[in-house]
């Protein structure tokens, strides 16, 4: 696995959303078996041992698009701070030894040798070794984002509203704040080409839309706030670029949009694809509207 990005490294750190440190819980490292520890089973006295395994969590990962080994998932928690036993504590404390300069007190080793000597010290893998150490080099602002570093930067983006709200003692938007951005994130992006998802070997259908204007029938059954100028409706054409004459034109009403938004939210941005919405005949173009806007996180990558 090549050196993740910081912001990959804290998005998986916050689904973990745990910590395992056997100076705390006196059991062996959770490597195997997909159960979380029982709680209560713990060590140090009024600390629960109930983390999640690798294995259990890795499972999390597999749901959510996320495939990833329990030694790269072991080796983003070490970084990000999540995760430490004896054996990863001895093996950093050697490998900071091995490579410090002379001037510090180390023996000036290249990293690469002193993995190895480790390894032949402590009879363990190099791969072992490595996965014990934090990465020494991650990746900050690629020019050209990989989706993984799309659905980061989302998260990130909804983090940093999330602080905010708490800071400011605002818990949440108002309905009339949401509804009002959310309408606007659509008026704004009238006109695009998008591409539904597909399903299975068969492609995805491209679309475009336009919003209803004041004083034409969008908006019929919304008693929401409106955005001055616009209606509230949104006309879907597929296949916007195609010189085939025959496209469909279809109708969607912004409570529909909402109702897709509310949706999503409850499912924590995690939506497995358009029917989990629940808005049929509207869910394809839904979805993926939600996932530009960053209320949907991207699956896979």
């Known amino acids: 696995m090549a050196n993740p990005s910081q912001d990959y490294i804290d998005f998986i750190c916050s689904l973990y959303n745990s910590s395992y440190d056997d100076r705390i819980e006196n059991t062996a490292p959770p490597t195997a078996g997909g159960d979380n520890r029982t709680p209560d089973d713990d060590w140090m006295p009024g600390v629960p041992a109930n ?4 294995i259990s969590f890795q499972r999390e990962l597999a749901e959510q698009g996320i495939r990833l080994s329990t030694s ?5 928690l070490i970084t990000g701070g999540l995760w430490t036993t004896q054996q990863t504590r001895t093996i950093q404390e050697m490998f900071r030894l091995y490579t410090s300069s002379l001037e510090d007190g180390g023996k000036g080793m290249d990293p690469a040798a002193a993995i ?3 390894a032949d010290e402590l009879e ?3 791969v072992s070794v490595s996965v014990s150490l934090t990465y020494m080099d991650v990746v900050y602002n690629l020019p050209e984002p990989s989706a993984n570093a799309k659905r980061c930067r989302r998260w990130k983006e909804r983090q940093a509203t999330k602080l905010h709200n708490e800071s400011t003692g605002a818990v949440c938007r108002t309905e009339e704040d949401w509804s009002l951005w959310l309408w606007k994130k659509v008026i704004e992006h009238e006109g695009k080409t998008f591409a539904t998802s597909g399903r299975g070997q068969r492609p995805g259908v491209a679309f475009s839309y336009t919003v209803s204007r004041s004083g034409g029938a969008g908006g019929r059954h919304y008693d929401g706030a409106e955005v001055e100028g616009y209606g509230n409706e949104l006309w879907v054409t597929t296949n916007p670029n195609s010189p085939d004459t025959r496209k469909l034109k279809k109708s ?7 109702l897709g938004y509310n949706r999503a939210r409850e499912m924590d941005g995690s939506v497995p694809g358009p029917k989990s919405l629940g808005l049929p005949g509207a869910g394809s173009y839904v979805f993926i509207l939600l996932r530009e806007f960053g209320v949907i996180i991207e699956q896979g990558a």
């Open 124 to 126: 363990i893998s190099t």
């Open 252 to 258: 969607i009403s912004r409570s529909t949009v909402e």
């Open 116 to 118: 190895k000597r480790i």
């Open 51 to 54: 983390h999640k395994s690798l």
């Open 72 to 76: 790269k998932i072991k080796k983003i």
